[in-house]
């Protein structure tokens, strides 16, 4: 019982302080209050704070969440138009990149100093296949713009493979990786020739026929031969010596080569107008 006493005597005490509260709001709102009145008044409020400031806050909380959800969806539709705007920012400046990459490319393409004077035919990669049975890439160009068939095809960094189907709008290249594909190379102060060979998509070429004694360092730079009815021009850059060594019993180095065009990322190429001399 005397349990039940004490749980009962605050909210008594409560009961009070509210109800004190109430009658002096009233007394004051129909103008008999006085300075005593006033100061029960400040005592009651003094008295009743602790009550208000609980119950504020436990209310305050309430009424954030019901200000929140009142606002929720004009905030959810300010955070979708910015992520709007932000991806649009974001992919305008991958495309003004992009784009840029794409012009040095092109003037590369078009400015070759081992071109020799040959006349060239700038042209955009459009397609590719490329699989260990066959790697080509097909051009947006073809004989109506001076294209045919056996034309060395070359990017800004050096060579990448030969036409082998011309149409009226379109021809379709062979890259150097192609295991169909054999560039007769020249390379070193003496000028060593060889042959480098295709080895598939994304696998470099192979270079045979380099005696033992002849010296190739990793890094030379190999380039087209140019010899009389070579497929390619002389001094085109094709790529650089990847390893080397001599395999035991054998009457050959083996060398690779990594190519010095990206033909994994061919965007623009110049098509050199050149037949070999007979």
Known sequence: MALTRRSTRPRFTLLVLVLAAVTIITIAYRGHADSVINSVKSDALDAFAP????????????GNFFDGAAHYGSLQSENARLRAENSRLQTQALQSADAQTAFQNLLKTL??????????????????????????????KGRDA???????????????????????????VLLITDPTSNVGVRFG???????????????????????????????DLMSTSGLQQSIYPPGVP????????????????????APVADLGRLQFVAVMQWAPKS
């Open 111 to 140: 400015n070759l100093p081992w071109a020799q004077n040959i006349p060239t035919v700038p042209a955009e990669v459009v397609a590719n296949s490329a699989s260990n049975f066959e790697s080509s890439i097909q051009l947006n």
């Open 51 to 62: 009550v208000q400031s609980a119950v504020g806050d436990v209310a305050r909380p309430i």
């Open 238 to 257: 094709i790529g650089t010596v990847l390893t080397t060594g001599v395999p035991r019993g054998s009457f050959q180095q083996a060398v690779t080569l």
């Open 189 to 219: 102060p003496a000028g060593n020739l060889a042959v480098a060979a295709g080895q598939g998509h994304g696998a470099p070429l192979r270079v045979d026929l380099i005696p033992p004694q002849v010296p190739v360092n990793k890094g």
């Open 146 to 172: 001076g294209i045919d068939t056996g034309m060395p095809v070359v990017s800004g960094s050096g060579l990448v493979g030969r036409v082998v189907v011309a149409s009226r709008t379109r021809s379709t």
